[in-house]
């Protein structure tokens, strides 16, 4: 029964499914539309890994489960990684976050690069292939057209030789683009219902040498923007390589400039000097990267009542979050733990969709929630505001300046935005109080 799955897609989520399948299914084959170097670069079918990421705390131990060696392996190939706390100088609502020993781990490093180990041990696995240059087209389903058997491909640089791969599971992780509403949609069933939150982000990315001395007190800068009057956003990150990686961003469409002396000017204006004092002064690596993110996505698999066997949804193409909180890849690492459990748990595949879905929905509610509330501050942000918003974000304002001076409020913040601790725990009565008497 469980001798075959394809996982469509090979970045980052496609990886964490095929790790975990190897566990349960004699053979894994990740169909990836693009060419898969041998060294660390962003394809084209996921050109936002030449932008910064940052790995959220929860994700990293997430990750570091499924891949023993990845630390050590990260510290060897030139990323940092230190006390998130001590490591962020953090500029936000008006003021610095005051820095602290938080316990928790603050991985910089670039997405690249942590794909590319990533690749390079599940590529190792003796019952993973990987089919590069090879297109998922559509769905194999059985007569009764009620499960979904194989998917058929495209491969050859030509396009020109068409094939069936069977399988007893398909694992669709092809990013935000996924078809799998339209495949879905073509064999009989129903798309599912998507939730979008236009938030319009612009993100102009550039690679600096980095000198021993650049930055001292820190290891990472961020200075985020203070709603609703400021839409200006960029970070400073150490990768490997002795290289700074730079992100700047605006929201709702006002997006930092292209060209050199424009995308200094921006940085240069931002409400704190940290970024630019930087860069003013370092030698760029590369040219400057855009990458136009209009909404957050989610797409309301668990709200389907009839779906075909033998097939899921996972990563991005569930749920493509606002990129500014960091989210995507955990939210993956989270997404495949739950396939994990499930698949210790059933003997057959029958009813795997239905059990995955409902509790992947619970699984992105929370950072879903947590960027949507934030995204939800400007006035021009269209899609469902969830009840409260306004309430919530009035507090969570005298969360954002407390975090300034007060290091149990900070911790407490840094483990919900890390998605280690649930949002409600900022309203435990001790994390209320310093809130209020503190501002
Ligand atoms: C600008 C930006 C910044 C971000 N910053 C962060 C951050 O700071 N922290 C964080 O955790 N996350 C961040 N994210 C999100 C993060 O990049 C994703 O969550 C992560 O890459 C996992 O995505 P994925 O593997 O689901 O999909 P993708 O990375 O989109 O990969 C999908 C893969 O499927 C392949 N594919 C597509 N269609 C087919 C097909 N028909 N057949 C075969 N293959 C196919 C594509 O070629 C691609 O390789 C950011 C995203 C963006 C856009």
Request: glycine share 8%; with cysteine.
């Amino acid at each position: 029964m469980r001798k075959h799955a394809v996982v469509i897609g090979c970045s980052l989520a496609g990886l964490f499914a095929a790790r975990i399948l190897s566990d349960h299914f004699e053979q894994v084959t990740i169909v990836e539309r693009d060419p898969v170097s041998d060294h660390p670069e962003s394809r084209r079918g996921q050109s936002h890994t030449r932008h910064l990421h940052g790995l959220l705390a929860q994700g990293f131990r997430m990750i570091k489960e499924l891949f023993p060696a990845l630390e050590n392996d990260l510290l060897k190939g030139g990323a940092t990684i230190s006390d998130m706390g001590e490591a962020i100088r953090w500029y936000h609502f008006d003021g610095y976050k005051r820095q602290f020993t938080s316990g928790l781990p603050a991985v910089s490093v670039s997405r690249i690069f942590l794909e590319w180990k990533i690749l390079n041990y599940v590529s190792r696995l003796p019952n993973v292939t990987i089919e590069p240059a090879c297109v998922v087209r559509g769905l194999a389903m059985s007569k009764d057209q009620m499960q979904v058997r194989g998917v058929y491909v495209v491969s050859g640089n030509d396009g020109a030789s068409e094939t069936t791969i069977a399988a007893d599971l398909v694992v669709d992780v092809s990013g935000r683009g996924s078809k799998s509403g339209q495949w879905l949609e073509g064999l009989g069933f129903k798309r599912p219902q998507e939730d979008e939150i236009t938030v319009g982000i612009g993100y102009a990315t550039r690679l600096y040498h980095r000198r021993p001395n650049d930055l001292l007190g820190a290891k990472l800068v961020m200075i985020s923007p203070t709603p609703p009057t400021q839409k200006h956003m960029t970070f400073l990150f150490p990768i490997e390589n002795d290289r700074w990686i730079v992100s700047a961003g605006g929201c709702l469409g006002d997006h930092p400039p292209t060209d050199e002396s424009g995308y200094l000017e921006f940085i240069r204006h931002l409400p704190a000097p940290d970024i630019y004092d930087v860069i003013s002064h370092a030698e760029p690596l590369s040219d400057i990267y855009t990458y136009k993110f209009p909404s957050s996505l989610r797409r309301r698999y668990e709200k389907l009542v009839r779906f075909p066997e033998g097939y899921l949804v996972l990563g991005d193409a569930i749920a493509s979050f606002n990129p500014i909180y960091g989210q995507g890849m955990t939210s993956a690492a989270m997404q495949v733990k739950v396939l994990d459990g499930l698949l210790r748990q059933q003997s057959t595949l029958a009813g795997l969709w239905r059990q995955f879905f409902q509790r992947i929905g619970k699984v992105v509610d929370i950072p879903w929630q947590i960027a949507a509330c934030e995204d939800f501050r400007y006035p021009e942000t269209v899609g469902d505001k969830p009840i409260m918003t306004d309430l919530t974000n009035a507090y969570l304002a005298k969360v954002h300046r407390a975090t300034q001076h007060d290091t149990v409020v900070y911790s407490q913040f840094l483990k919900v935005m890390n998605l280690m601790a649930p949002p409600t725990s900022l309203l435990h009565p001790k994390i209320v109080c310093r809130v209020l008497l503190g501002s």
